[in-house]
């Protein structure tokens, strides 16, 4: 069993950066390919980033192409999001998840609890 926890939510503004952790527990992040979501007000959880278990290969959605980067924590056993050109669509609860494979569409088995960022105009 996986306990997955994110932190580095919060309310900034829009253009303003924000870096989102991730710290496992239980198992090893390293036989796991990592992922973050996102559920907007209103909207379904949605894909934003993964990143393979060596951390040489990464996808992103196309909203956040260029303007995030996902990245295997320099703190054993993390996953970090950097968020950087932060707008008013990006405000959602930020999950973090593990998968037994890599690739946009996987399935994924551990999943965190979320944490809550909110951009103003």
């Known amino acids: 069993q996986m306990n997955l926890v994110e932190s580095g939510g919060g309310l900034v503004q829009a253009g303003d950066s924000l870096r989102l952790s991730c710290a496992a527990s239980g198992r090893s992040i390293d036989d796991y390919a990592m992922g973050w979501f996102r559920q907007r007000p209103g909207k379904e959880r949605e894909f934003v980033a993964t990143i393979n278990y060596s951390g040489t290969s990464t996808a992103y959605a196309d909203s956040v192409q260029g303007r995030f980067h996902v990245s295997r924590g320099n703190s054993r056993n993390t996953v970090s999001l950097q968020m950087n050109s932060l707008k008013p669509e990006d405000t959602a609860v930020y999950y973090c998840?593990?998968?037994?494979?890599?690739?946009?569409?996987?399935?994924?088995?551990?999943w965190g609890q979320g944490t809550p960022v909110t951009v103003s105009s």
């Open positions: 998840a593990a998968a037994a494979h890599y690739g946009v569409g996987q399935r994924y088995d551990y």
